[in-house]
């Protein structure tokens, strides 16, 4: 039998190696960087949570919370230091008005009670001391701010004061009033 040489052996071989290149280490961030990159995180995780919470209560009624009725400050006359009065007279009278509620007290459903508190047309009537006219523009400007403040729907003062349980909303809308009736020079 004949003789057949060997097949050459095939060898492979290993195309040469690359050099293995470490990553460059990432470039430090200046302060001003970094807090940008929070500030770009914390607004979207802020919105996030923003668009959650509508969600969670969306089904919720709210009435809306005046301030003045959260925030208050002691009524007590003598822990307050008097007013200066306003200079114009519808302006004074509403403030002496206001001044005669907080000491005097305040009442529903008459001018004076029995223990001498009045509403707010009695203590304008009081105050203005017999000058009609001066009561009537007095009235007029109060009712004036109490349809700016609840509408028009408000039919009058006697009306307004006699809704209320407590003296907070009538005193503060008669201190507005007299604030209104400075800022016209009345």
């Known amino acids: 039998m004949p003789h057949t040489p060997p097949a050459p052996a095939i060898t492979h071989r290993a195309p040469p190696a690359t050099?293995?290149?470490a990553p460059a280490p990432p470039a430090a961030l200046s302060l001003e960087e970094r807090l940008a990159f929070i500030n770009a995180a914390m607004t979207v995780r802020l919105e996030e949570a923003g668009v959650a919470y509508e969600v969670n209560t969306a089904h919720i009624d709210t009435v809306?919370?005046?301030l003045a009725?959260?925030?208050?400050?002691?009524?007590?006359?003598?822990?307050?230091?008097?007013?200066?009065?306003?200079?114009?007279?519808?302006?004074?009278?509403?403030?002496?008005?206001?001044?005669?509620?907080?000491?005097?007290g305040w009442c529903t459903g008459a001018l004076v009670d029995a223990a001498g508190a009045r509403c707010l047309y009695g203590a304008i009537r009081i105050e203005a001391r017999g000058h009609r006219g001066l009561e009537a523009r007095a009235v007029?400007?109060?009712?004036?701010a109490i349809r700016r403040r609840f509408g028009e729907d408000v039919d009058s003062v006697p009306g307004f004061?006699?809704?209320?349980g407590s003296s907070r909303t009538p005193l503060r809308t008669l201190d507005q009033a007299a604030d209104l009736a400075d800022a016209r020079c009345l």
């Open 19 to 21: 050099p293995v290149v």
């Open 64 to 66: 809306p919370v005046d």
């Open 69 to 104: 009725d959260v925030v208050t400050v002691p009524l007590t006359p003598g822990l307050q230091p008097p007013p200066t009065p306003y200079p114009t007279p519808v302006a004074a009278l509403l403030q002496r008005a206001h001044q005669r509620l907080l000491t005097g």
């Open 140 to 144: 007029d400007l109060l009712m004036e």
């Open 161 to 164: 004061n006699d809704a209320w």
